[in-house]
């Protein structure tokens, strides 16, 4: 069981930009990938960024060119850096991590989500 704890949403104007940081319960390096989801009222979760253990990453077409995830292994963070923010940014941003088991059994674990509210 990986225990994810976020940090870093809040409140921002448009233009501006917010760091978000989800620490693991266990070294990252064993997680096979971790990424970020958001979800704005009335809306299903979305995948925003992935990571993989490999150093691959993935984004939403909405998060290319503005957001950037990275990591830090000996801290077993994750990050998010969103720049020039919209107010269609406007969501709780959940921590996800991914797991493989036996014959390839996916195991996903979710943090407790953090508010990101962007103002126009």
């Known amino acids: 069981q990986v225990q994810l704890v976020e940090s870093g949403g809040g409140l921002v104007q448009a233009g501006g930009s917010l760091r978000l940081s989800c620490t693991a319960s266990?070294?990252?390096?064993?997680?096979?990938?971790m990424g970020w989801y958001r979800q704005a009222p009335g809306k299903q979760r979305e995948l925003v960024a992935a990571?993989?253990?490999?150093?691959?990453?993935n984004y939403a077409d909405s998060a290319k060119g503005r957001f950037t995830i990275s990591r830090d292994n000996a801290e077993n963070t994750v990050y998010l850096q969103m720049d020039s923010l919209k107010p269609e940014d406007t969501a709780v941003y959940y921590c996800?991590?991914?797991?493989?088991?036996?014959?390839?059994?996916?195991?996903?674990?979710w943090g407790q989500g953090t508010q990101v509210t962007v103002s126009s």
């Open positions: 266990e070294s990252i390096v064993s997680i096979n990938a």
């Open positions: 996800n991590a991914v797991k493989f088991g036996s014959a390839l059994k996916r195991y996903d674990y």
């Open positions: 990571m993989w253990r490999s150093g691959a990453t």
